[in-house]
């Protein structure tokens, strides 16, 4: 959706249709308004750093010792620090682009397309949408398999703690699925972003407790033994691998580990929440400066502590995996943890996708009721407002979702893959072109040249990381029968 499709949804004075008629400024009376006729925004560096939080410290965390074990002592921690680098720098350039013009008085982009339009040409925001629309939907589906991965994983640890650790245990994942979805259905009645910062809020916390959890046991598996063998560059030839595993798993290994800090498709849109004075990109700066420095150091714990403790053994997901079976309490609870935090996760990754699709919808049909007409409702104290086209069209994208989730269980594959389409266009390539064509840069010069080259290795990076994830789900579907495989 380009930026005039975007503003002709916005009924002249910035509200997008289904919100509540809002006066332009300096009409209506004491309706506390910002400078573009919408609601006060009253986000903060904390409310930004709890929405990066919950999109960065999500399952990534927990694949990230396999990750380690596939690099190695060396280039697994040198390359979760390189990540985190890119992921900073490019992230203080994209929060730049916000607004266009001056960074308090200029006009706001309310979406990462909005953002490119406004610097770059029609075919690169295009090419934005799918690499962005693709990306959020993918993460979605991959958030529900991993939900039901950890929902399953506490009747296995109750197995196993009751019938020993030689038990058939195995579950089917495809019901613990749609029961997520059934949940999603009702969360995705929230009208937009705004209105989730204590989900949010709530998720982080749930980030916290487990990867917290799944450091601790690690370190107690270190200090108790039996640990695995590790190595300084990873699995080892002719032991754990052939040749070709070793290049395909480093390969999605970095994939992994691109998913783990992958956020920069919904930063405009966490952006559009943040209260101005000041200017919003100082407080997104600040925001990502703690939201990633504090991930990375939860990430380092666990790829680090996870690989020493299980070493080239290492499981795809260190707290549903089974590398750990006791206290079968606690990791019933990390687990709880992970599914709570996969719950206002998928809200995170999909509202911007419920934006764009119903703001297109008010501009190609605003005349119609069926799309446009809100109907309060009242329950007691509880008031809210039912919009028929938002109760349908939601509801089918999760029940879309959760059959493609139904169908694609493989878990370090999808999370390399996903990681791969979405961290070189939208970590990287527009946030460099876009501060590029706003600085005026000329080309060949220093800079210029720097980032092109900053630019074209992480397009590698995530060619090989895409290419290994692929071979991984190729490999994945020979041995899977829809509806019949357990975890």
């Known amino acids: 959706m380009t930026k005039d499709v975007e503003m002709a949804a916005r009924n002249g004075n910035g509200a997008v249709a289904g919100d509540a008629y809002l006066p332009p400024p300096g009409q209506g ?12 925004r009253t986000g903060t560096v904390w409310t930004a750093s709890a929405h990066i939080i919950t999109a960065v410290i999500g399952s990534g965390v927990l694949s990230l010792a396999w990750a380690t074990a596939q690099l190695g002592w060396v280039v697994g921690p040198v390359t979760l620090l390189l990540f985190a680098a890119i992921t900073y720098y490019t992230s203080g350039l994209l929060a730049d682009c916000y607004r266009t013009g ?9 979406t990462y397309m909005d953002a490119v339009a ?17 990306n959020l939907v993918g993460t979605t589906i991959g958030y529900t398999i991993t939900a039901s991965i950890s929902t399953a994983a506490i009747n296995k640890a109750n197995c196993f703690h009751k019938n020993g650790r030689e038990a058939d245990c195995g579950v089917y994942d495809s019901m613990y699925m749609v029961v997520f979805g059934v949940v999603q259905i009702f969360f995705s009645q929230v009208p937009n972003f705004h209105d989730l910062w204590w989900l949010s809020i709530l998720a982080a916390i749930m980030s916290f407790t487990y990867a917290s959890i799944a450091v601790g046991l690690s370190l107690a598996q270190v200090i108790s033994g ?38 920069s498709m919904i930063l405009i849109e966490i952006q559009d929440t943040v209260k101005c004075p000041p200017a919003e990109n100082k407080t997104m700066k600040k925001a990502t400066l703690l939201g990633v420095s504090t991930t990375t150091a939860f990430y380092m714990l666990c790829g680090c502590l996870g690989y020493a403790a299980f070493g080239n053994g290492a499981k ?7 590398g750990f079976y ?42 119609a009721g069926f799309i446009t007409r809100e109907h309060p409702v009242s329950a007691g104290k509880v008031r809210f407002s039912l919009n028929m086209f938002r109760l349908t069209w939601r509801t089918a994208f999760v029940i879309v979702s959760t059959v493609l989730a139904i ?5 370090n594959d999808i999370l390399g893959f996903l990681g791969a389409i979405g961290f070189w266009p939208l970590t ?12 005026q840069i000329q080309k060949y010069t220093t800079r210029w040249m720097a980032l092109q080259t900053l630019s074209f290795l992480c397009f590698l990076v995530s060619l090989a990381a895409a290419v290994g994830s692929i071979e991984g789900v190729t490999e994945s579907l020979k041995h899977y029968v829809p509806f019949k495989t357990k975890s």
Request: aromatic share 18%; with cysteine; glycine share 8%.
């Open 316 to 322: 795809g997901n260190i707290l549903t995996g089974f």
């Open 226 to 263: 039996p640990t695995g063998k590790t190595s300084l560059t990873g699995t080892e030839v002719g032991v754990d691998v052939d040749s070709a595993e070793k290049i395909w798993l480093a390969f999605q290994a970095l994939g992994d580990i691109a998913f783990a800090y992958s956020y």
């Open 428 to 439: 990287v390539y527009f946030p460099v072109e876009m501060y590029i064509r706003q600085r």
């Open 407 to 411: 169908l694609m269980p493989f878990f």
């Open 29 to 40: 009376g004491d309706v506390d308004m910002d400078d573009d006729g919408k609601h006060r």
């Open 118 to 134: 406004s610097y770059l040409s029609r075919w690169q925001v295009l090419t934005c949408g799918v690499f962005q629309y693709v």
């Open 102 to 110: 001056d960074q308090v008085t200029g006009k706001r982009n309310y």
């Open 326 to 367: 006791e206290p079968y309490w606690l990791i019933d609870f990390a687990n709880v943890c992970i599914v709570v935090h996969l719950v206002g996760a998928y809200q995170v990754f999909c509202q911007p996708i419920f934006s764009a699709v119903e703001t297109y919808a008010a501009w190609r049909w605003p005349n």
